[in-house]
């Protein structure tokens, strides 16, 4: 009956009738649509991202000399996963890798981006930010950005609403003591893309965790209502470091050990905020770290427990990194999971979860829900990962399922057993080579220690084909190789590099 009423209305209504009545029904439609959604809201996410947290740091993980009681009982209500790798084991690339859903070196960002450096991320790539704006969610960020420090590369130009943070290491000022007189310019505090402080004291770098911290509860409180996204990047554990009075002391593991306790705090305040608010059961809250100790700074490092190497390496050490992540009645409460995961597969795993788009463009991460949810069944859908360090070298790849890890000759850095620095002054690297290519059952070999390759020939054969693939897609300085899918990071105007 209502289809023939309509239909005679449509008869002999004029073109302008047509229209509004048209537009009314698209306006019920959506009315309708709304109505239909309304008992499944759309998640609240929250990423915390350490600096520099090894893979031993956080109680649950075996860190000793202090205690992370927030973290392990965020892990006793969810679940931790043992073998999560960032796609680069350095700040910017780490960075660029968690937020783009893409290998570091296809958008143009290698290593660490510094105060004179004149690029950052394109304005053609998509963040995650970008990603759950289509679905209408609030955003937000604190802490360390590290991805151009320049206005129309901070995070309010990508998709944040607001931001509170340094643009890069806390390291990057001149009272750093490996620092040479005017290396660095002084530190700024930026708020959305501006400027509010300049020249940051050790006394201001006590407040950071603080800062940030209140920075998100606040975001939580004011965006309860409708769904949100805040991005939580701590400037610490990374040297120099710094912690505020109510921390300072308190650990048997010393500074490093009382920054590591205010970060746990943090933790805590984050979660207090989202149960106090009545948001905890719809937020997915995800825990890691941007890579692996800093090992040359010995007392003020952290620890990789029992993988080899750390920070600035393409070994377990320096990409395996602690995470835990929490949604009450979404992910199982107290498990343990080996599933191999890395940062890259976020940005595709939360837009399939809100029902965004994906970028146009390519990316490299892929939809790892079932994994995390621990599906019967699921597989990860990687055939293998890639591992690239330094100035695109492919340095190693590893198989999807996490057990099997391909090493190719190239130059790593290692204290070949010695101890790190002291009180914030670090020792000296050793060069160190893999002179043939080396293959590791991580399996059984979580350390890579020893080289299988003669007795998997198989194995190293496929891994050798899937780089390969890499090579022709990103390049490959190692074997001076162009790739043809890389593309250019966003450049100040009048600049080339």
């Not at 084991?89 to 105060?115: F, K, M, Q, W």
């Not at 990962?385 to 070298?393: E, L, M, P, S």
């Not at 190789?481 to 100040?492: H, K, T, V």
Request: hydrophobic share 35%; charged share 20%; with cysteine.
């Amino acid at each position: 009956m209502m289809t023939r009423t309509l239909a005679q209305v449509f008869a002999c209504c004029s073109r302008s009738i047509l229209s509004t009545v048209a537009a009314a029904a698209l306006l019920c439609s959506a009315v309708w649509c709304a109505a239909a959604d309304a008992g499944k809201p759309l998640p609240n996410i929250v990423i915390i991202f350490c600096d520099d947290l090894g893979y031993a740091d956080v109680g649950c993980f075996g860190a000793k000399g202090y205690t992370t009681p927030n973290l392990d009982r965020m892990a006793s209500q969810g679940v931790r996963f043992t073998n999560f790798h960032v796609a680069q084991a350095v700040c910017s690339a780490s960075r660029a890798g968690l937020l783009t859903g893409c290998y570091p070196n296809r958008i143009g960002i290698h290593g660490a981006l510094v105060p004179k450096s004149n690029h950052g991320i394109a304005d053609s790539e998509m963040t995650i930010a970008q990603v759950v704006k289509q679905k209408g969610y609030a955003t937000g960020m604190a802490g360390k950005w590290h991805l151009g420090h320049h206005p129309q590369f901070l995070p309010v130009h990508h998709g944040f609403d607001e931001y509170l943070g340094l643009p890069y290491s806390n390291d990057m000022w001149p009272h750093h003591p490996e620092s040479k007189p005017n290396t660095w310019p002084p530190l700024p505090m930026i708020e959305g893309d501006k400027t509010i402080k300049v020249g940051l004291t050790g006394k201001d770098q006590e407040q950071l965790t603080t800062q940030y911290t209140e920075r998100a509860v606040r975001f939580i409180e004011k965006n309860k209502d409708r769904p949100f996204f805040f991005y939580l990047a701590h400037s610490m554990p990374h040297v120099p470091l710094y912690v505020s009075d109510k921390f300072r002391g308190k650990t048997a593991r010393g500074l490093f050990g009382d920054v590591i306790s205010e970060i746990d705090w943090s933790v805590g305040q984050v979660l207090g905020a989202l149960e106090r608010c009545g948001v905890a059961d719809n937020t997915w809250v995800i825990f890691t770290s941007d890579n692996g100790p800093w090992l040359s700074y010995g007392d003020h490092a952290g620890s990789a427990g029992p993988l080899r190497e750390g920070k600035g390496t393409a070994w377990e050490g320096g990409t395996r990194v602690p995470c835990i992540m929490r949604w009450p009645g979404k992910l199982a409460a107290g498990k343990s999971s080996g599933a191999m995961l890395m940062t890259i597969d976020l940005l595709p795993t939360i837009a399939k979860l809100v029902g965004a788009e994906l970028p146009k463009h390519k990316i490299d991460g892929l939809d790892v829900w079932p994994v995390i949810a621990d599906r019967k069944g699921a597989k990860n859908p990687h055939e293998a990962y890639a591992f690239y360090y330094a100035n695109n070298q492919l340095q190693g790849v590893g198989t999807g399922d996490g057990r099997w890890k391909l090493q190719f000759p190239h130059t790593y850095r290692s204290l070949a057993g010695r101890p790190g620095g002291t009180g914030g002054i670090p020792a000296k690297y050793d060069p160190r080579k893999v002179e043939q290519p080396e293959l590791y059952d991580l399996q059984s070999d979580i350390g890579e220690e020893k080289n299988v390759i003669a007795g998997h020939p198989d194995i190293a054969k496929r891994l050798n084909a899937f780089a390969e693939k890499m090579r022709a897609d990103l390049g490959d300085t190692l074997t001076k190789r162009q790739g043809n899918g890389a593309r250019e990071p966003g450049r100040l105007p009048g600049t080339t590099k």
